[in-house]
């Protein structure tokens, strides 16, 4: 008798698989785009069935809510010619989808064979506090050259976006 | 040891060109006659440090078994590597120093008078003291590690010096074949060394000496040995990396006279005596060395017959003289091949200065259009037959008392193929120079070329080169008691014993050589062109060198040109068409044949992954994971 | 408690890059000359600083300690970057907008080097690497008016982010079979033995990213077009403090983390450095543009730097922070003079390099002993560290005699393609147009220096050595 | 019951999926778009790892958080080169990005 888990686990799993490889395989970018925030949801999902709630949220805001916005946005600027065949095969698909099946089977021969010593317990009492904790603690460098970080990306979009403007006469 | 005040002042020696050098380059570029001065004050009073060197070294006993070391750590980690900057002061070397240093001196003052006109005169004096430096710090070095460092560097300066006048597409194509040339020989000596290091952990040369009669692994020491020997072979001009020092000739011929007939080319001679106990304790490579020092003799003297640039000649007669002394070493007599260096030394360098002084004044290189110099060039004349005497081997001059030494070294060791080779090879020496004094000074003057003498600061160093190639041999006579065989010697002092039947045998041959070229030269005769005629296959070989430089173009040419071409046609063809080709055979569109070309970044990508996943197959092939 | 007292370096470079930013936004247009020459002064004090502590020592946070090693590394990056600014000056000037965005950028990834090469923990260490990297790919793209600074950007951006990827499915294998992101704990919990197949995976990955830092193949293949692309001073940067700042990583995570896997991945790094060297050579010789040459030659000197990790001893690591020093004054000696001569004649040819030696001896000079420095030709800095890099291998087995030997050979091969710069610039003669190069006082300053340091080091390693093996003791410190 | 191996599987598959994405469309979004699926694949093996393994800590989920913000900053950038490129060339065609090449 399959739990609850199971389900929401197969469901959510197809929903990733699946829509990543309409995003993969779809021939209109403008597709492509939105599968991507489909998967980008089901991926929330997945956090929350793994009792990552927070980084769900954050994954429905930032992912699903402004990267793929954005992607879609950066789509129609640069659209072009017939969208339907916007999105094609390099001359490359089949060499990188010999690649990636060799990798994939690679892989999961490696987790067949490992056995992980895990063991399932309640998550901790108050996980925001303990996200906190480690950003304001353990991994407090990294918080902060992550602001740098993104000061620096945001500083350097603009200016690419803006393009070429002389400072001086 | 106590009292000693030149030795302890030997680091100097090398040390005040080496300041001159910046000095000169940075300072007193402008004034020419300063530049000159810093230059000769620096080696001269390296010369007044290496004669009291050496007059220390013979008044306080110090022998090659117990010479005087400063040492001091330059460079070290712990247990694997430690190179030391040190000097080694033994009679070696202080005859070394002094040969250097002399030479050197007089050639600078010499240039004073030959470079007058040209307008890179301080970097010409600068390098001269850049070459100084090197070659002194060579002699000096008490390690492989150090000889290694100055040997680059004498041949850096050598380049530069070939090609000072870069202008001239000759001198840059010949500066740059010394380098190439040289840097093949300095691979293998550098990994002949290298060898070395890694069976004794040390570089030092009297640590090795003490070690290397204990190692039995024959195989590995010969390879080192020879691999050492490839230095001496390039930068001696040994056959068959010959090539170069005829070309060299492009340099200012005091540079010839200094660097490419007295001082550097006999740094592989040096090196060979320097390692000597390496050589000595492996007699299958002693015949290797010998065997090619007969045969680079006899090799360049034959070509020198044929030749008619004035410094030609005299370079292929280098390459012949370089050839005895590297079979001197062969056959067992260090002696006779040190003593062959230091008044070789002498007489070439003579030699080339006084030939130097007939371009000056004519300008002109080739001696079938000269003719009749003597009578408006006294000096040179007078000097240049001394040289050439001493090079032929005219008792009583100094060049009859060092070769006299190799031939009966040859002959008393059993080698008697190379003694009789050797003879020969003083028969042709005294024929081709004889051939070129009887050519250039004598005979009937040729039109329009008007000879003078050179001024007094070119002609005094020719005068004093003179009297040391009459005088020098003299130290080392089989008449002279505690000579320069108890001097510079090998395991053991040894006074050598007259031989009267080599003496007058090589005499005579010599006198026979100067006795044809006047039956064919000295006399108003078409004899020789009779000769050319009728033995024309000969002299188009002599004269094309016997065409080694050929061979090595189309060598060059045809493997190595063609190697770079097939790596390049692989790069750009094979490894950026190998992925573009997979694509294009699986969609089997010849239309996409515009995208073989690279600059895409998903080759780039496609590589990398590809990369990774085969990686990962053979690790886990490696680890035994995948079954 | 954690010690933020330690974090002085990191904290003064990013107030420093703060400053640069907002002196850029506030001060008038014509102004802003003066924020190169802040940026300049601002490295040069922060270099200072770091050599007046170089004692300094301790643990911030578990994955987070300041040691010699750091230090060292911080020292090389500030020596970049202050070399990179000093190339700058007339080059962004020239570019004429944005120079707070420019030299605030080039700190930020100067930053993050420090970060990179300082973490012992794998998300502070990834942090430290991304952000080096987007700074980076914003610098590469920063001549706008040229696309092919652009496409040279989006190149770097993709493939930096498709290994960035990969390396992160490295460390998430690695965190699931170790349960840790400390390198200390990790190579706590790896048993000595067979790992792992799944931990032997994300190792794989983890090389294969820093690989591609490193530009060794065949992970290099984006170097030469992004080389060729970014602005020249850039260029330079990253193919010095990028390299070495990747290298510092490798080896911490290599020699902390994986110690006792090291039958596994001595072979593997030592392919990478064969590959590295061969193809980096040989590749190098048909070039005709200096920046793709000497990218290619960039290849090849890391794969001489990989040896040092072949050699797996206190010896290859202190050769390797040798050699990396000593690359940083040779590339930079090598790109200033690319740099002088791009700022004249717009043009990176070397067959318009001709003559230059009449045109600007010192620039000539300096590219002349720069290359001699790289090729390894004695008397000058490159040669002692090449002989310790080939030595250390030796003296790890004489069975890697081959590795050491071949590394010698390509670094004579590698004297055939940089002669061609100097064959160029010292016997052909220049267009009759063509005069005298404007090269600015301080870039001319710092060509002597750099010049001074390669010949000094070249006569005299001993105290770099010294500092360079003292620091690498500390790495192997518990 | 669904166990850590499930998870990890699954990551596997995204991930590789992502890849055929990056290296098999030539649109330069497209192969930003597979790039994100990568780092999603990387995210949900810390996630699931940190679960199974360690679920009275957080570090996987931090790293994630991290992953996440990088990822975001990187698109950033990313688009804005793209239309950056776009302006010039009219293209965003990644296979016609080959003015630097041998």
């Known amino acids: 008798m399959p739990d609850s888990q199971a389900v929401f686990f197969w469901l959510l799993a197809a929903l990733v698989i699946g829509s990543a490889l309409a995003v993969v395989l779809l021939k209109n970018i403008v597709h492509s785009a939105l599968y991507l925030f489909l998967t980008f949801v089901g991926v929330a999902g997945l956090y929350i069935l793994l009792h990552a709630e927070f980084l769900a949220a954050v994954q429905l805001l930032i992912y699903a809510g402004a990267i793929a916005v954005l992607i879609v946005f950066a789509v129609m600027l640069v659209r072009r010619g017939d969208i339907r065949l916007s999105n094609l095969y390099s001359i490359h698909f089949l060499p990188a989808l010999v690649v990636s099946l060799v990798l994939f089977a690679l892989v999961a021969v490696a987790v067949g064979r490992q056995l992980w010593l895990g063991y399932l317990a309640p998550p901790p009492e108050e996980p925001l506090v303990s996200l906190a904790r480690n950003f304001l603690g353990e991994y407090v460098i990294a918080f902060e050259v992550a602001a740098i970080l993104l000061l620096s990306a945001i500083v350097g979009a603009v200016l690419i976006v803006r393009g070429r403007r002389r400072s001086a006469p | 040891m106590a009292n000693l005040y030149w030795i302890p002042k030997a680091w100097l020696i090398p040390l005040l060109p080496a300041l001159a050098f910046p000095f000169i380059a940075f300072i007193t570029r402008k004034a020419r006659g300063l530049s000159a001065l810093t230059a000769i004050l620096a080696i001269g009073v390296s010369l007044v440090i290496s004669l009291g060197v050496l007059w220390e070294v013979i008044a306080h006993g110090i022998t090659m078994d117990n010479p005087v070391e400063y040492s001091t750590v330059w460079l070290q980690i712990p247990q694997l590597l430690k190179i030391e900057a040190g000097l080694l002061i033994d009679p070696l070397s202080a005859v070394m120093l002094l040969v250097v240093t002399l030479v050197a001196f007089l050639v600078e003052i010499y240039s004073i008078g030959y470079m007058e006109d040209d307008p890179g005169f301080s970097v010409f004096f600068a390098y001269l003291s850049l070459f100084g430096a090197s070659m002194l710090g060579l002699v000096l070095a008490n390690n492989y590690f150090m000889i290694y460092f100055f040997w680059e560097l004498v041949g850096l300066c050598s380049y530069l010096l070939i090609g000072f006048w870069y202008h001239r597409a000759e001198a840059a194509r010949a500066g740059f074949k010394a380098f190439v040339v040289n840097r093949l020989a300095d691979f293998g000596f550098l990994l002949g060394f290298f060898f070395l290091f890694i069976i004794f952990h040390t570089f030092n040369f009297r640590e090795l000496a003490a070690a290397i009669p204990a190692y039995h692994n024959v195989g590995l020491l010969t390879v080192a040995a020879l691999l050492v020997f490839t230095g001496p072979i390039g930068k001696s001009a040994q056959f068959p990396l010959h090539v170069w020092l005829p070309d060299a000739m492009e340099g200012p011929t005091p540079v010839s006279a200094l660097i490419h007939a007295a001082t550097m080319v006999a740094a592989g001679v040096y090196l060979l005596a320097r390692a000597y106990v390496l050589f000595a304790s492996l007699p299958n490579v002693m015949l290797v060395v010998a065997y090619v020092g007969g045969f680079t003799a006899i090799f360049a003297a034959t070509i020198a017959i044929a030749q008619r640039d004035i410094k030609r000649i005299l370079a292929y007669s280098t390459i012949s003289q370089l050839g005895y002394m590297v079979m001197a070493m062969g056959v ?113 003057r040729r039109a329009g070329l008007h000879g003078h003498e050179s001024p007094p600061v070119m002609t005094i160093p020719l005068g004093i080169l003179a009297l040391l190639s009459i005088f020098a041999g003299f130290v080392g006579t089989p008449f002279t008691a505690r000579g320069f065989s108890t001097f510079v010697y090998y395991a053991a002092p040894h006074e050598v014993e007259p031989d009267y039947m080599v003496m007058a045998l090589s005499t005579l041959v010599a006198l026979a050589g100067i006795a044809l070229a006047w039956w064919l030269y000295g006399r108003p005769s078409d004899l020789p062109e009779r000769l050319k ?80 996943v085969v990686i990962a197959l053979w690790m886990a092939g490696m680890g035994g994971m995948i079954r | 408690m954690v010690n933020f007292g330690l974090l002085y370096m990191e904290i003064a470079t990013a107030a420093l890059g703060l400053m640069l930013l907002a002196w850029g936004l506030l001060v008038p247009k014509r102004e802003r000359q003066g924020i190169a020459y802040l940026t300049a002064a601002g490295l040069l004090a922060l270099l200072a600083l770091a050599w007046c502590t170089r004692g300094a020592a301790g643990t911030v946070l578990p994955g987070y300690t300041i040691d010699l090693y750091s230090i060292y590394f911080k020292s090389l990056f500030l020596t970049a970057a202050f070399l990179a600014t000093i190339c700058s000056f007339d080059y962004v000037a020239k570019m004429g907008f944005n120079q707070g965005e420019y030299y605030a950028l080039l700190v930020f990834a100067t930053l993050g080097m420090m970060v990179l090469a300082t973490s012992g923990e794998l998300i502070t260490l990834y942090l430290g690497l991304e952000l080096m990297a987007i700074t980076f790919y914003i610098l590469v793209a920063y001549r706008l008016d040229d696309p092919k600074s652009a496409e040279a950007g989006i190149k770097y ?107 596994l991945w ?132 004489y069975s890697y005699l081959w590795l050491a030997l071949l590394g010698l050979l390509m670094s004579a091969v590698s004297v055939y393609y940089y002669l061609q710069i100097v064959k160029a610039m010292y016997t052909g003669n220049p267009a009759p147009q063509k005069g005298a190069l404007q090269v600015s006082r301080g870039m001319e300053v710092a060509m002597l220096l750099v010049l001074g340091i390669l010949f000094f080091l070249g006569i005299y390693p001993t105290p770099l050595t010294n500092y360079a093996f003292k620091a690498g003791e500390t790495l192997f410190m518990p | 019951m669904i166990t850590l191996n499930h998870y990890v599987a699954l990551s596997a598959l995204l991930f590789c999926i992502g890849l055929l994405g990056a290296l098999g469309k030539r649109n330069a979004i497209a192969i930003l778009m597979g790039i994100e699926l990568m780092l999603n694949a990387v995210n949900i093996n810390l996630v699931a ?47 016609d990005l080959n003015w630097l090449k041998w």
């Open chain 3, 266 to 397: 001595l072979p593997l790094v030592t392919v990478l450095s064969v590959l590295s060297m061969v193809l980096g050579n040989l590749v190098a010789i048909p070039q005709k543009n200096v920046k793709r040459l000497l990218a290619y030659s960039s290849v090849a000197q890391g794969g001489y730097l990989l040896l040092g990790i072949v050699s797996a001893s206190l010896l290859g690591i202190g050769a390797i922070l040798y050699y990396a020093m000593i690359y940083v004054f040779a590339n930079m000696g090598a790109f200033m003079a690319a740099t002088a001569f791009y700022n004249n004649d717009r043009s990176d040819e070397i067959k318009d390099y001709a003559g230059l030696a009449r045109r600007a001896p010192l620039v000539a000079a300096v590219m002349l002993f720069s290359v001699a420095s790289l090729a390894g030709i004695p008397p000058l800095a490159g040669f002692p560290g090449k002989l310790y890099l080939f030595s250390s291998v030796v003296a790890r087995d």
């Open chain 2, 533 to 612: 005629e009728s033995y024309r296959w000969a002299y188009n070989l002599l004269w094309n060198k016997f065409y080694i430089d050929e061979f090595y173009l189309w060598i060059y040419r045809r493997i190595f040109w063609g190697l770079a071409e097939a790596f390049h046609w692989h790069d750009r063809h094979v490894v950026d068409g190998l992925w573009d080709g997979v694509g294009d055979v699986t969609r089997a569109s010849g239309q996409k044949l515009r995208y073989l070309q690279t600059g895409n970044l998903q080759t780039y990508a496609l590589v990398f992954f590809t990369a990774v």
């Open chain 4, 49 to 95: 790892f940190n679960r199974f393994l360690q679920p009275s800590q957080v570090v996987g989920q931090v790293f994630a958080l991290f992953i996440i913000l990088v990822a975001a900053a990187e698109v950033a950038v990313g688009l804005a080169l793209v239309i950056n490129i776009y302006r010039r060339r009219l293209d965003t065609n990644i296979e």
């Open chain 2, 332 to 444: 067992g007599s260090m002696t006779a091949g040190i003593f062959h260096l230091t008044t070789h030394a002498f007489f070439k360098a003579l030699l080339f200065l006084a030939a130097g002084s007939v371009i000056h004044a004519l300008h002109e290189q080739d001696i079938f259009r000269m003719g009749g110099l003597y009578k408006d060039m006294k000096v040179t004349t007078v000097t240049f037959i001394i040289g050439a005497l001493a090079l032929a081997g005219i008792p009583p001059f100094a060049g009859f008392w060092s070769k006299d030494e190799i031939l009966a070294a040859a002959y008393h060791n059993g080698f008697l193929g190379l003694y009789i080779l050797g003879t020969l090879v003083a028969f042709l020496t005294a024929f081709y120079m004889f051939r070129l004094i009887f050519i250039t000074f004598f005979g009937e």
């Open chain 3, 157 to 263: 951006l993709l493939l930096g982010a498709l290994s960035s990827a990969i390396l992160l499915y490295g460390f998430s294998l690695i965190y699931g079979t170790c349960g840790s992101t400390v390198l200390r704990e990790i190579g706590k919990r790896i048993s000595s033995g067979q790992a792992d197949f799944a931990l032997l995976l994300g190792l794989i990955f983890v090389i294969a990213g820093f690989s591609f830092k490193v530009t060794a193949v065949p992970f290099h293949m984006w170097a030469p077009d992004v080389y060729e692309g970014a602005p020249t001073p850039i260029t330079a940067f990253l193919s010095v403090g990028s390299k070495a700042a990747a290298f510092a990583a490798l080896i911490r995570i290599l020699f902390l983390g994986f110690d006792n896997q090291a039958f």
